[in-house]
């Protein structure tokens, strides 16, 4: 396949999913793997290229939930095909770090989380997503496991905003090497200071800064 | 002035002797009665005591009949999970709408027939009877997008928007049919303010065009059923930066109750200049306050929000949201300090 092919097909797939155009997607990422080009090339300047135009479109408030989420959707479509059988990983952006996800228990919002969730796969980070409805312990077994570095910690409901307060208070007796990030509807900066976590994120955009700053110290 | 007259007076723009206040005490009211959140939820002799018992203690201005947002939708047949201290929602293993053709199997019915409706309307009607005079009862309903997102999941409901638009619009109508009727009988049974939850209508969901599209034309049937039977429209709008312009165009409501400021507004300021004349506003206190602070710091924030909001009146002073179920009572009492506190000044 000639270079300026390859060239048009990425951005097919990054304009796929700008426009959440799922059809233009799958026939890019198609063509692109009967052509044996680098999987890897192309999900990065294609997919996590479109992903991270989208990421900026949702936080400037110039698309809402349904547009991010048939993103999503897309992203995770083209990125099946052009791996093929592969695991995802040297595919995705370089390694920055691993990350820990979950609503807390007694709350079964994730539409949130789900969106921080596949902003942080698309800048570097490997992301262990517990669902939604997750007991503190779930979260205290999972960081005892795999050593993560951040747990992140969402909920949309005043009623199981304790369970935050309770994860905190575990990570911290237990004297894990793990930094807390928490947001949702029902959380504010004043919570996370108050719970003594290490971070508030208002939107996935800011989780993606949030959780960078703590691994690297850098602001991007 | 009763709290009956309190609250008329300042929804429709008159004279009040002291700002109103509602710290929206729903299931929080099951703390002074000692009963499980489910059974608050599910009896409705029990939760008209409790509310009847939270106003004694706490002297707020008006009942709030908001329960839960799975009322509409469990009548509808979706299953609901009743924890016993936790807000009952959707049991989204069983979903009702599992499927994008599951929406035609959406069928209108009579509250009436409905087990979760018949308990708010018993509950209004209690209240109305017990404490009519004094205490306004205000009815509740989610909005039409808001009830099809509980049969359907939200991140489904969202995608098939535009995905499957007709399909949506759809189940809409249907739903709206019987919203309609449902807030009929609430204004029947003596909610003289019905309140309607828009949180489609934010930032925190769609766009504005998309909810002018979906949403507009469905709960203006169900404000105007509301004004027929001679009720006052409210809304709901805890979502991020709410839309009140398209809000206010689709559903001239009289007042609505918001978190965050609306969309076009910078700050209080502003919003009073650009809303204040058109609509009465309630609200927003922070529920993170009522819920984790103290109550000096609750009033020092009521405070502050009389002083941005409350000149000139058309103001009653509100959380965003409802008053968080587990939150310290004593929160609730300091916004109603306040309230009555700035009537003697």
Sequence with gaps: ?220 | MTSYERMLAAVLGGEVDRIPATPIICSASRQVSEISYAQWATDPDLATQSLLQAQELIGFDAFITLFDLSVEAADFGQKIIYPPENTPYPDYSNIFFNDIKDYHKLESFSWKRARRMKNIIKIIENLVALKGNEIPTVGFLWGPLGVVGMLRRPNNLLTDMVRSPQEVHRALKIVTEVLCEYAVAQCRAGAILVCLDTLYASQSMISKNMWEEFEGPYIIKVADAVRKEGSIVLLHNCGDRPYFDVQIKWINPVAINFADLPDDCADDRELKQKYGNKIILIGNIDTSILNLGTPEEVKAACESKVKSLGGGGRFVLSPGCEFPPNGPLSNAQAMMDVAKNFARK
């Design chain 1, 1 to 220: 396949m000639a270079e300026n092919q390859t060239t048009d097909l990425i951005l097919q797939l990054k304009r796929g999913i700008i426009n959440y155009d799922e059809t233009a997607v799958k026939a890019a990422a198609h063509k692109l793997v009967s052509s044996r080009i680098d999987a890897k090339k192309a999900i990065l300047e294609g997919l996590v290229a479109g992903m991270k135009s989208v990421g900026e479109l949702y936080d400037r408030k110039e698309i809402f939930l349904p547009e991010i989420l048939i993103s999503t959707e897309i992203f995770y479509t083209g990125l099946n095909i052009l791996k093929g059988g592969k695991k995802e990983e040297g595919l995705l952006p370089e390694k920055i770090g691993e990350i820990v996800i979950g609503t807390v228990e007694g709350d079964i919002h994730d539409l949130g989380k789900n969106i921080v969730k596949i902003m942080l796969e698309t800048s570097g980070f490997v992301v262990h997503d517990l669902g939604a409805n997750v007991p503190a312990e779930k979260f205290v077994d999972e960081l005892k496991k795999s050593g993560v570095q951040i747990v992140a910690l969402s909920t949309m409901m005043t009623t199981t905003l304790m369970e935050m307060d309770k994860i905190v208070d575990l990570v911290h007796s237990q004297k894990l090497n793990a930094r807390i990030i928490i947001g949702g509807a029902a959380v504010t900066p004043e919570i996370a200071n108050r719970f003594e976590a290490d971070g508030f994120a208002p939107n996935a955009f800011g989780a993606v800064k949030l959780a960078k700053r703590l691994i690297t110290g850098n602001q991007e």
